[in-house]
């Protein structure tokens, strides 16, 4: 998309706020309006940046009603994304952008973003970091609710995760696996998953670092629960989330007991998620880094908005 075109359709949006949707532009809660959103996400000195801004202000647009305007602020958030960057930002962003893309049904520009983070997931030096950049695109693109919907693209990059996952040092196995067994059952792919969490099992609890430990259980037990072993799930629910509040670091726990949370709440226990997302809420609170602390904290509060609209 030519940056003059791109700089048009950032007006358009902005515009439009004052009509028809505009009027969910209102502050909530003291916060930007979505117009101070796109202003900010334009102003940001790189185009990695840029997108993340967009795809915020595409969320919050979203979660305003205003689903033609998150459109384009996510298709704006792609634009900034085509062009050569550094790999290990650019790739997670892409997948990013590409499920809020495949989740609105806009699903030619997701495929292609995906493709694009595979593709640049080559220049990953870190295999961990790139078993999860596949398996990320891999559930993207195979799920069927909220993704694309492509089973064979899906089997194709989680097949490239799976291989990236065996070549990890032992020690970190673990954290790949989990990446991939999710991967595979957000993305359909039953079988492949049924066959990886017995390794993920057996890796997650020789784990000694906590976080890995917490994730990689909670990932074990998605992957139990969606094979009808509901009773081995919630074990290892009660093992990863022992294992997620006994990190002292508030990032590290935060997202631990976001991990275990969402695994809680796909075995059907949202009122038990509910409130370790709570406990995850205040622990992202406590992160001392500003940009870090609004990451975490925008992660955990999606997943409660997102819990509490489905259990009501």
Same mark, same amino acid.
């Given at each position: &998309?030519?940056?003059?075109?791109?700089?048009?359709?950032?007006?358009?949006?902005?515009?439009?706020?004052?009509?028809?949707?505009?009027? #969910?532009?209102?502050?909530?809660?003291?916060? $930007?309006?979505?117009?101070?959103?796109?202003?900010?996400?334009?102003?940001?000195?790189? @185009?990695?940046?840029?997108?993340?801004? !967009?795809?915020?202000?595409?969320?919050?647009?979203?979660? /305003?009603?205003?689903?033609?305007?998150?459109?384009?602020?996510?298709?704006?958030?792609?634009?900034?994304?085509?062009? %050569?960057?550094?790999?290990?930002?650019?790739?997670?962003?892409?997948?990013?952008?590409?499920?809020?893309?495949?989740?609105?049904?806009?699903?030619?520009?997701?495929? +292609? *973003?995906?493709?694009?983070?595979?593709?640049?997931?080559?220049?990953?030096?870190?295999?961990?970091?790139?078993?999860?950049?596949?398996?990320?695109?891999?559930?993207?693109?195979?799920?069927?609710?909220?993704?694309?919907?492509?089973?064979?693209?899906? #089997?194709?990059?989680?097949?490239?995760?799976?291989? &990236?996952?065996?070549?990890?040092? +032992?020690?970190?196995?673990?954290? *790949?696996?989990?990446?991939?067994?999710?991967?595979?059952?957000?993305?359909?792919?039953?079988?492949?998953?049924?066959?990886?969490?017995?390794?993920?099992?057996?890796?997650?609890?020789?784990?000694?670092?906590?976080?890995?430990?917490?994730?990689?259980?909670?990932?074990?037990? /998605?992957?139990?629960?969606?094979?009808?072993? #509901?009773?081995?799930?919630?074990?290892?629910?009660?093992?990863?989330?022992?294992?997620?509040?006994?990190?002292?670091? @508030?990032?590290?726990?935060? !997202?631990?007991?976001?991990?275990?949370?969402?695994?809680?709440?796909?075995?059907? +226990?949202?009122?038990? =998620?509910?409130?370790?997302?709570?406990?995850?809420?205040?622990? =992202?609170?406590?992160?001392?880094? @500003?940009?870090?602390? #609004?990451?975490? $904290? %925008?992660?955990?509060?999606?997943?409660?908005?997102?819990?509490?609209?489905?259990? /009501?």
């Amino acid at each position: &998309m030519p940056a003059s075109f791109s700089r048009l359709l950032f007006i358009a949006v902005v515009v439009s706020l004052f009509t028809g949707c505009g009027a #969910k532009s209102a502050k909530k809660g003291g916060g $930007m309006t979505v117009q101070q959103r796109l202003e900010k996400a334009e102003k940001e000195p790189t @185009p990695e940046k840029q997108a993340v801004g !967009y795809l915020r202000a595409a969320r919050f647009q979203l979660a /305003s009603g205003d689903t033609s305007g998150a459109r384009d602020s996510a298709r704006i958030a792609f634009d900034r994304l085509k062009g %050569d960057g550094d790999a290990n930002t650019f790739a997670p962003r892409l997948v990013d952008v590409g499920g809020f893309l495949a989740e609105l049904g806009d699903k030619k520009p997701a495929k +292609e *973003a995906i493709l694009r983070a595979a593709e640049l997931s080559a220049g990953v030096a870190d295999a961990v970091r790139r078993t999860k950049i596949l398996a990320d695109a891999g559930a993207v693109a195979g799920e069927k609710g909220k993704g694309i919907g492509d089973a064979a693209l899906a #089997k194709d990059l989680l097949t490239q995760a799976i291989t &990236m996952a065996d070549s990890v040092e +032992e020690r970190f196995r673990a954290e *790949a696996l989990a990446a991939v067994a999710l991967g595979c059952t957000r993305a359909g792919q039953a079988d492949a998953a049924a066959e990886l969490v017995g390794r993920l099992e057996e890796s997650a609890k020789a784990l000694e670092e906590p976080r890995a430990k917490a994730e990689g259980l909670a990932a074990a037990a /998605s992957v139990r629960s969606e094979t009808g072993k #509901k009773d081995e799930a919630a074990a290892l629910l009660t093992e990863a989330a022992a294992a997620a509040k006994s990190i002292e670091r @508030p990032e590290g726990r935060a !997202y631990a007991l976001l991990a275990v949370a969402s695994a809680t709440a796909s075995c059907g +226990e949202k009122k038990q =998620a509910l409130a370790l997302l709570q406990e995850a809420d205040k622990a =992202a609170n406590k992160v001392s880094d @500003p940009a870090q602390q #609004k990451t975490a $904290m %925008d992660k955990v509060r999606t997943a409660i908005a997102e819990l509490e609209k489905s259990a /009501s």
